[in-house]
């Protein structure tokens, strides 16, 4: 296919994504036309309208005018109408993930993100640490970066800088200079068989970064190791065990770490300002990858120091019953453990969590992971399953959950669940909303 012509008018099924959104602005800012479809709207479609972007609310064959091609997510149906009218009209059709594998050869050094957990953050922590060396990456996040004002950012054809995620081999469509691994778990497991599986893919993936490139990997993680044991790029290890590690940590009263960056012979001091101790293994992952780019350890210590969150990572909404209340994305048992962690290094009377589990794959799957990483909370509420992408399997149940972990309660209604929560908090309580899906309307929620 001519990758010149079909960015000069390319039609996105599902574009209100936020990776699908942050390609299309990619492609506007390119000079492309763009349009698109979605569900329903939303600042991030509003957004690409001001950009530009002509977008239909609902899916129908009417809004494939004539595009040179169509570009869909994996959580689009075979039969939905738009690619249905695309083929028989003989217009070319391509999955996300492989088009923005298409896309990125365009640039000299793709950077590439991936891990069971902590992509987002350490995508956007890099993307500030590259910014303020001045290297000017163009940017892929699936967040919203406040140093970007969104989730993309149009910079030189040097380096892109982006998230891959392993969900039904996506990331085998790339082909990156450099991929950072930074953990890998079970999870996906409505896709792949288990973590022998989850590992060779991994393993592939990291087979495809050229031998003049190199690879970030987290020492520590034995899964990642053996994944990584037949890549012929260089290897850059970081952690306990690898060469980039963090020495004399502590924590400030805001729960966010300090510590000392320890690389060969060399030092550099470093304060965050997003919590957790997993965020000092990002911050390590996103070190290494800036220092063996060219940037100097001073000047990314200032990158990865001037990034400050992004949405839904465990981002402060606001006080009510004099409890703190923040949202966040976490959605696997490892993510949930090192949230409420992370929370427990703040003061704090009690942490709530209000938990929506998601996909019933995965609730079933790791029901009691789930419970073990849940009770880390002084007080937990879990609410219905986000179904997502998966039909209801008639087995799994949200209140199966709640019965695995102790004091906990089944809360089916969002409304319910506020009004309970407003009247049971008390001063210098910690309230987290948490999941993947609509959990997040519940931040705002207890403000009304």
């Given at each position: 296919?001519?990758?010149?012509?079909?960015?000069?008018?390319?039609?996105?099924?599902?574009?209100?994504g936020?990776?699908?959104s942050?390609?299309?602005?990619?492609?506007i800012?390119?000079?492309?036309s763009?349009?698109g479809?979605?569900?329903s709207?939303?600042?991030?479609?509003?957004?690409?309208?001001?950009?530009?972007?002509k977008?239909?609310?609902?899916h129908?064959?009417?809004n494939?005018?004539?595009?040179?091609?169509?570009?869909?997510?994996?959580?689009?149906?075979?039969?939905n109408?738009?690619?249905?009218?695309a083929?028989?009209?003989?217009?070319?059709?391509?999955?996300?993930?492989?088009?923005?594998?298409?896309?990125?050869?365009?640039?000299?050094?793709?950077?590439?993100?991936?891990?069971?957990?902590?992509?987002?953050?350490?995508?956007?922590?890099?993307?500030?640490?590259l910014?303020?060396?001045?290297?000017?990456?163009?940017?892929l996040?699936?967040?919203?970066?406040?140093?970007?004002?969104?989730?993309?950012?149009?910079?030189?054809?040097k380096?892109?800088?982006?998230?891959?995620?392993?969900?039904?081999?996506?990331?085998?469509?790339?082909?990156?200079?450099?991929a950072?691994?930074?953990n890998?778990?079970?999870?996906?497991?409505?896709?792949?068989?288990?973590?022998e599986?989850?590992?060779?893919?991994?393993g592939?993936?990291l087979?495809?970064?050229?031998?003049?490139?190199?690879?970030?990997?987290?020492?520590?993680?034995?899964?990642?190791?053996q994944a990584?044991?037949?890549?012929?790029?260089?290897k850059?290890l970081y952690?306990?065990?690898?060469?980039y590690?963090?020495?004399?940590?502590?924590?400030?009263?805001r729960?966010?770490?300090?510590?000392?960056?320890?690389?060969?012979?060399?030092?550099?001091?470093?304060?965050?300002?997003?919590?957790?101790?997993?965020?000092?293994?990002?911050?390590?992952?996103?070190?290494?990858?800036?220092?063996?780019?060219?940037?100097?350890p001073?000047m990314?210590?200032?990158?990865?120091?001037s990034?400050?969150?992004?949405?839904?990572?465990?981002e402060?909404?606001?006080d009510?019953?004099?409890?703190?209340?923040?949202?966040?994305?976490?959605h696997?048992?490892?993510?949930?453990?090192?949230?409420?962690?992370?929370?427990?290094?703040?003061?704090?009377?009690?942490?709530?969590?209000?938990?929506?589990p998601?996909t019933?794959?995965?609730?079933r799957?790791?029901?009691?992971?789930?419970?073990?990483?849940?009770?880390?909370?002084?007080?937990?509420?879990?609410?219905d399953i986000?179904?997502a992408?998966?039909?209801n399997?008639?087995?799994?149940?949200?209140?199966?959950?709640?019965?695995k972990?102790?004091g906990?309660?089944?809360i089916?209604?969002?409304?319910?669940?506020?009004?309970?929560?407003?009247?049971?908090?008390t001063?210098?309580?910690?309230?987290?909303?948490?999941?993947?899906?609509t959990?997040?309307?519940?931040?705002?929620?207890l403000?009304?």
């Amino acid at each position: 296919m001519n990758m010149e012509k079909l960015h000069k008018n390319v039609h996105f099924v599902g574009i209100g994504g936020i990776s699908m959104s942050a390609i299309a602005h990619i492609l506007i800012g390119s000079g492309a036309s763009v349009t698109g479809s979605d569900r329903s709207d939303s600042a991030i479609i509003e957004s690409l309208r001001k950009s530009g972007a002509k977008i239909f609310i609902g899916h129908s064959s009417k809004n494939i005018e004539n595009p040179d091609l169509v570009v869909y997510t994996a959580a689009i149906s075979h039969d939905n109408p738009e690619l249905s009218a695309a083929r028989e009209k003989g217009i070319p059709t391509m999955e996300r993930a492989e088009f923005l594998g298409r896309l990125m050869e365009e640039y000299e050094m793709p950077i590439a993100i991936s891990g069971t957990h902590g992509k987002t953050t350490t995508t956007s922590m890099l993307s500030c640490t590259l910014l303020d060396a001045g290297l000017n990456p163009t940017i892929l996040v699936g967040g919203e970066l406040s140093q970007i004002n969104g989730n993309f950012h149009l910079g030189s054809k040097k380096h892109l800088v982006f998230e891959a995620c392993e969900y039904v081999d996506s990331f085998l469509h790339f082909n990156p200079y450099c991929a950072i691994v930074l953990n890998i778990e079970a999870d996906h497991l409505d896709y792949f068989s288990g973590i022998e599986q989850i590992k060779q893919s991994f393993g592939k993936f990291l087979c495809k970064i050229p031998k003049e490139g190199f690879a970030v990997l987290n020492a520590d993680d034995e899964n990642v190791m053996q994944a990584a044991k037949d890549a012929k790029c260089r290897k850059v290890l970081y952690g306990d065990k690898g060469f980039y590690k963090a020495e004399d940590i502590s924590f400030d009263e805001r729960g966010c770490p300090r510590f000392t960056v320890c690389f060969g012979e060399e030092k550099e001091r470093v304060s965050l300002n997003v919590t957790g101790t997993h965020n000092v293994s990002n911050a390590l992952a996103t070190f290494a990858t800036a220092h063996n780019l060219g940037a100097a350890p001073k000047m990314i210590a200032k990158g990865i120091e001037s990034f400050t969150g992004t949405a839904r990572r465990f981002e402060y909404k606001g006080d009510v019953g004099g409890a703190k209340v923040y949202d966040d994305y976490a959605h696997h048992p490892t993510e949930i453990q090192a949230t409420l962690e992370a929370a427990g290094k703040i003061p704090h009377a009690r942490i709530w969590c209000i938990f929506q589990p998601h996909t019933y794959t995965r609730t079933r799957a790791l029901m009691d992971e789930f419970a073990k990483s849940l009770s880390v909370a002084d007080k937990v509420i879990v609410t219905d399953i986000y179904a997502a992408r998966e039909p209801n399997d008639g087995k799994t149940h949200s209140s199966q959950l709640a019965k695995k972990i102790d004091g906990a309660m089944y809360i089916s209604d969002f409304g319910e669940i506020a009004e309970y929560v407003k009247k049971n908090v008390t001063k210098d309580d910690i309230v987290i909303t948490m999941g993947a899906g609509t959990i997040t309307t519940l931040s705002q929620m207890l403000f009304s």
